[in-house]
């Protein structure tokens, strides 16, 4: 029977997970194509460049190693990891509980618990692996088309962004689990992590931000040492609001 449950729930995740998967391949192949091209489109002044273009984004976007972590990091896992872990944490358990056929599973005599951290795991492992496989392509990717990455740093990176986006996925499987409902649901996550990402907008507030340390800016640019604060910080953080999310779902009338 815990066959079936894993064989179900990768059934029910891998259309998302192959979707998110195409469209990042492809915001890393569109960028790889156009960078030579909107280099000549840059100004050679900086002055001339224009006011919404800060002259780090400047800077970043003439090397190519640094332009792919912004095109990768900095901007579409970020955004489009965080969607996905809010599609997937939405759709954990709260349609079912709402179609009745989570007592299906519970009636074969697999507990709460099992049903809990079965279809939790393998979400959160499949977004993980999912999102690193993404940054270890940016290699072959680039030397595809001609270009080298003057170092490897973006891995690591994507792994930080990766447990961070875990992250994202408990709290909304939790939030899911509160209201009950996967449209008020996916609108109240979206709504909390985009006021949450604007602490990250400010130097003194962007410490409360995760999406600021999701991003490993400083260990991508070699002025600080690989972020392991963030990585113990992130799978703790996880855990801890999956397990109140277990809680609340020994706790929820079926």
Same mark, same amino acid.
């Given at each position: 029977?815990?066959?079936?449950?894993?064989?179900?729930?990768? /059934?029910?995740?891998?259309? &998302?997970?192959?979707?998110?998967?195409?469209?990042?391949?492809?915001? %890393?192949?569109?960028?790889?194509?156009?960078?030579?091209?909107? *280099?000549?489109?840059?100004?050679?002044?900086?002055?001339?460049?224009?006011?919404?273009?800060?002259?780090?984004?400047?800077?970043?976007?003439?090397?190519?190693?640094?332009?792919?972590?912004?095109?990768?990091?900095? =901007?579409? *896992?970020? =955004?489009?990891?965080?969607?996905?872990?809010?599609?997937?944490? %939405?759709?954990?358990?709260?349609?079912?509980?709402?179609?009745?056929?989570?007592? *299906?599973?519970?009636?074969?005599?697999? #507990?709460?618990?099992?049903?809990?951290?079965? &279809?939790? %795991?393998?979400?959160?492992?499949?977004?993980?692996?999912?999102?690193?496989?993404?940054?270890?392509?940016?290699?072959? *990717?680039?030397?595809?088309?001609? $270009? #080298?990455? /003057?170092?490897?740093?973006?891995?690591?990176?994507? +792994?930080?962004?990766?447990?961070?986006?875990?992250?994202?996925?408990?709290?909304?499987?939790?939030? #899911?689990?509160? +209201? &009950?409902?996967?449209?008020?649901?996916?609108?109240?996550?979206?709504?909390?992590?985009?006021?949450?990402?604007?602490?990250?907008?400010?130097?003194?507030?962007?410490?409360? #931000?995760?999406? $600021?340390?999701?991003?490993?800016?400083?260990?991508?640019?070699?002025?600080?040492?690989?972020?392991?604060?963030?990585?113990?910080?992130?799978?703790?953080?996880?855990?801890?609001?999956?397990?109140?999310?277990?809680?609340?779902?020994?706790?929820?009338?079926?």
């Amino acid at each position: 029977m815990c066959r079936t449950l894993i064989g179900k729930e990768l /059934r029910d995740i891998k259309w &998302k997970l192959f979707v998110a998967f195409l469209v990042l391949v492809a915001s %890393i192949v569109l960028m790889i194509i156009l960078h030579e091209r909107l *280099l000549e489109l840059l100004p050679a002044d900086m002055s001339e460049i224009p006011f919404f273009i800060s002259p780090d984004m400047f800077n970043n976007f003439r090397d190519f190693t640094n332009a792919m972590w912004s095109n990768l990091n900095d =901007q579409n *896992l970020p =955004q489009i990891g965080s969607l996905l872990a809010i599609i997937l944490g %939405i759709g954990l358990l709260a349609p079912e509980i709402e179609s009745g056929t989570i007592t *299906l599973l519970l009636t074969n005599g697999i #507990s709460r618990k099992r049903v809990f951290w079965t &279809k939790s %795991i393998l979400a959160v492992g499949a977004l993980i692996l999912l999102l690193v496989v993404v940054g270890i392509l940016v290699v072959p *990717l680039s030397s595809a088309f001609g $270009y #080298s990455l /003057r170092h490897f740093r973006i891995i690591p990176a994507t +792994l930080v962004a990766a447990l961070g986006i875990a992250f994202v996925f408990s709290v909304s499987l939790l939030i #899911s689990l509160i +209201l &009950k409902e996967r449209i008020w649901s996916g609108i109240v996550s979206a709504v909390v992590f985009a006021l949450w990402s604007i602490l990250g907008f400010w130097e003194a507030t962007r410490v409360f #931000s995760p999406f $600021y340390h999701m991003r490993a800016r400083d260990y991508f640019y070699g002025d600080a040492n690989f972020p392991w604060l963030a990585v113990v910080g992130f799978i703790a953080a996880t855990i801890a609001v999956l397990l109140v999310a277990e809680r609340r779902f020994a706790r929820e009338e079926l």
